[in-house]
């Protein structure tokens, strides 16, 4: 069933309350009202979408009320209606929070157009309210994974970058994450009200690039000039990520310096000064590599590289955040589980000492892909090896040893996981499958034979 938007009519002339709710209550839930006091109870027990108010009641006066009932009701719209056409009176109201202002007499038509739009703006406010929501949720600083020291020092940067109006640059390999950071930076920064707008700024030639951040001040038609808005405009007082940043051509690069030291642009095709734009946004820039090799580069890098480093971001690749790649695997496993609506327990001994093993050249972005294809190709509650891509288990499986290791740790940790293992499935195979036998063999008692036969998940069934 179609909800039904709620409609309160405040007016001190029942007759104009009897006809306003004829004409819209095969639309709308309605509610007429001659006296302010149970308006106001009804407005304490239920929720209205839109209140059509009378400017002068007869102990009351319109703009309080619409001040009173703004405070305490925010996201009502009101529309004002009065006899006495004063647009003094109007600008009053709508500054105090009014949608509109409507003279009598007028044509109900009139007023149902009123309320459309009125509940069109509510609506897109919900809406951005409910993105703004899910942003919060997903972009946050507790959102990243990983408990080892480099990615606690990431995390704290990231969180000094939220209190700060500083441009920033986050260097690292592809797949490492660095939009996700950018936008976690945005999230928790002042600007989060504002869009935030991302653009690669090596997939399109230096034309195409000029219009897309700048805009475009075309030829003039009837007295007026096209235009079309680029990025640098359209984020207003949000931010930009400009995803490889150092890949733009040189004559670009110096127009981002531009707009950094002078805080305007000018659009392509525009004549300075009227047409020039001013920029009130942030920029943060993304690019690979782990060092400043930027810096000097004889391609124009140099100097931007100056202006956003002032706050710069290193981002690890994976395979050296050693102990993470658990802690993420398990991270990305229990929100596929969640998106999925499967309850998975998580990953069997040999598939977790793969997955630590390997060395992940795609980063994050590989291990998220990798963890999300298993999820919906495994229809147990565990995850085994039997969906792992072959280039990850094949490089665990040719030496027995990882071919990446982070630290001497790790390193032992993972060897005697695979010995004890290899030597537990071995001596299994040869009694048969008998795990008497097998612990006699072995020189140990039954129980402590089993209890690893359980800690390395081998049974009868992956014997085979």
Known sequence: MKHKFSILILDDEAEIVRILE??????????GETEVEPARKYLAANRVD???LDYRLKNENGLDLLAEFKQSYPEMEVIMITGYGDIEMAVLAVKSGAFHFLSKPFKNDVLKNLIKKALTKKEF???????KGEAEAKYKISNIPGSGLRIKSVRELVKKAQEVESNVLI???????????????????????????????STLGADDIKVELFGLVGSETAGTKTRRTGIFEAVGDGTIFLSDIFALPYEIKEMVEDVIKTGEFLPVGGVAPQDNIVFSGRIIGGASG???SHADDVNGSGSLYRQLSEFPIIVPPLRERGGDIKEIAEYFLRRNGERLGKNFSGFSTD?????CAYSWPGNLRHLENIIERVSI????????????????V???TASGVPDKISNYRQFMKVSNDISSMKYMKNVLKETGGNVTKAASIAGMKRESFHRLLKKHKISSKTLQ
Do not use: W
Request: with cysteine.
């Open 22 to 31: 004829k004409a819209l209550e095969t639309e709308y839930n309605v509610i």
């Open 50 to 52: 839109v209140l059509v």
């Open 125 to 131: 406010e919900m809406m951005m309210q409910n993105i």
């Open 171 to 201: 260097l690292g390999e592809n797949g490492t994450g660095k939009e996700f950071f950018a936008r976690v930076i945005h999230t928790g920064s002042r600007r989060m009200e504002y869009p935030f707008l991302a653009f690669n700024c």
């Open 290 to 292: 782990l060092d400043d």
């Open 351 to 355: 598939a977790m000492n793969m997955i």
């Open 377 to 392: 190709l495994e229809d147990g509650n565990e995850i085994t090896t039997k969906y792992l891509p072959s280039e990850i």
């Open 394 to 396: 094949e490089s665990y």
